[in-house]
């Protein structure tokens, strides 16, 4: 199925602009994408590519469409576009609420101290004596996994006991902090992250693969019943 609709129309500035969505189905595989104003040079008006939602001029709605059939559209967008890049399992969607925003995560790298660092580097220059050496040993590979560990904690949570230490006696110090959305952390970095996590279901860790979900016939009929434009863009 290919087609191209003109829901309506949408405030840019002070002037209503036509928008565009090009809905394509082809071997199961749902892409849509629109443009607001589109300009015969190859611009647009307004915004093109991934508008979802649409927030178009309800009362500038083009004839065939809705406010119930816009919200419904705008849903099966949000939903089911790319519905054959999946990173979760069938299960994980609802467990999860993935199909609800999320705010990003916090983290924050850890960071060696100078007190550290100074240690460090009289230990590879053989200078500390044994007390000190032995200390030495033991505190490295802790601060090791730490601070620059694969997958290495980034919030008070996952840092342990040992982290809390490291910190008090001043071996590691807070570093950076970042956002992140949770479908790109390891549940070992902040305990909200779910990037590997395995379904408690069937077992499938999170973003491992690409998965594809298949179209339920409903979606479908409802996107071949969309009134196809009648007015011909400049391109979509």
């Not at 006696?169 to 549940?187: F, H, M, P, Q, S």
């Amino acid at each position: 199925m290919y087609k191209v609709v003109n829901p309506g129309k949408v405030l840019i500035g002070k002037q209503l602009a036509r928008v565009f969505c090009k809905i394509k189905i082809e071997d199961g595989k749902l892409t849509i994408s629109g443009m607001e104003g589109p300009l015969h040079n190859g611009d647009a008006r307004g915004g093109c590519g991934q508008i979802n939602p649409l927030e178009l001029d309800l009362s500038k709605l083009t004839n065939g469409w809705t406010v119930e059939k816009m919200a419904k559209f705008n849903t099966i967008w949000k939903h089911w576009h790319l519905n054959d890049n999946r990173a979760w399992c069938e299960h994980q969607r609802d467990l999860w609420k993935l199909d609800e925003d999320h705010p990003q995560i916090e983290l924050t790298e850890l960071k060696w101290s100078d007190k550290f660092y100074e240690t460090m580097k009289r230990a590879e220059g053989g200078s500390l004596n044994l007390e000190e050496y032995q200390k030495y040993c033991e505190i490295y590979p802790i601060i090791d996994r730490l601070v620059t560990g694969i997958n290495r904690p980034k919030h008070l949570d996952c840092w342990g006991i040992e982290g809390e230490q490291m910190i008090s006696a001043g071996w590691i110090e807070l570093g950076k902090k970042e956002l992140k959305n949770r479908g790109c952390v390891k549940d070992t970095e902040h305990p909200e992250g779910i990037l590997c996590k395995p379904c408690p279901v069937c077992g499938y860790k999170y973003g491992t693969e690409w998965r594809k979900e298949e179209l339920p016939a409903d979606v479908v009929e409802f996107l071949e019943d969309l009134p196809e434009t009648t007015v011909t863009p400049a391109w979509v």
